[in-house]
């Protein structure tokens, strides 16, 4: 009886603990995981539909290790930014959050060497962009904090395409344009996930795009998106009337953050811009699929 109850609390323990690492990378499925995944798994021919499953793993994974370290970085700044984070909560404790930091790395690199060299390597790239991120707080500045997160947002897709194909596939010209238009899109618009955080990133000193420049940024929006949704429309070459809907997707998003310069409205425009960027995601399948 002592053994079966010692087990279940075991159990619940485990629960509990995913839970909380589950909650460090909350933040991020809408904006990296879920588009990364599903770019991912669309781009090219999937061997198994159970490779699906270890691409998000190893996405999910990985986002984990860089969330980990950014947020045990300095906590003292989600206290006054981001309370519903694990530590701001006091859902676990910092030193025990940076204990599973460290053993997520070597977790990482094992279970990407499995997969092979390549994916291993966009491991490694990931490992490193993450130090240069954290350790060198390199963050504070919106131009460093942007170049590095898209480069990584490159070794997430680069290793997600090779679990995707399980070695079955070389990589074509078509997935090597893809990741770095999309790498290009995420650096040149990820300001669209500081909006919201302006008040709180104000507080702490960091220097984001909405901060340092925050009309243009705005405008920026307005204008980008469109710009980039007309580029994606040329270059995987769709047809009128869905190259039609999706420049007027680009617009009606960048026009929220003009639109509605508010918290609460540019939560809401997040969320659409990640929808827009998970269209972004899909439109190298069109190709294929309409061309090919």
């Given amino acids: 009886m002592l053994s079966q109850i010692s087990l279940l609390e075991f159990l619940k323990f485990l629960r509990n603990r995913l839970w909380i690492l589950v909650l460090f990378t909350q933040d991020d499925f809408k904006t990296t995981i879920i588009p990364t995944t599903l770019f991912s798994v669309v781009i090219g021919p999937i061997c198994h539909p159970s490779c699906a499953f270890h691409v998000f793993t190893w996405i999910w994974l990985h986002m984990l290790q860089f969330t980990l370290a950014n947020q045990t970085q300095d906590p003292s700044e989600d206290e006054k930014n981001k309370k519903t984070r694990p530590l701001p909560a006091h859902l676990i404790s910092l030193r025990e959050a940076i204990i599973y930091r460290w053993l997520v790395v070597p977790t990482c690199l094992i279970f990407s060497a ?5 994916v291993l390597f966009a491991s490694i790239s990931i490992a490193c962009l993450t130090i240069l991120y954290n350790e060198l707080y390199l963050h504070r500045q919106w131009v460093a904090k942007n170049v590095l997160t898209a480069c990584g947002y490159a070794a997430f897709e680069f290793g997600g395409v090779w679990i995707a194909r399980c070695h079955s596939y070389e990589i074509d010209h078509v997935t090597t344009l893809a990741i770095v238009i999309n790498a290009a899109v995420f650096a040149t618009t990820l300001q669209a996930q500081d909006f919201k955080d302006v008040e709180g990133d104000r507080l702490i000193g960091r220097k984001t795009l909405p901060i340092v420049f925050p009309l243009l940024s705005r405008m920026f929006m307005l204008i980008g998106l469109p710009l980039w949704s007309l580029f994606l429309v040329r270059v995987w070459g769709m047809d009128v009337i869905c190259g039609s809907l999706f420049v007027c997707c680009g617009l009606l998003t960048g026009a929220r953050f003009v639109i509605y310069p508010s918290v609460s409205g540019d939560k809401v425009s997040c969320i ?8 972004v995601h899909l439109l190298p399948t069109y190709w294929r699929y309409a061309h090919n």
Wanted: glycine residues 8%; positive net charge; charged residues 10%.
């Fill in 114 to 118: 499995w997969y092979g060299s390549k």
């Fill in 272 to 279: 659409v811009y990640s929808m827009w960027f998970s269209l």
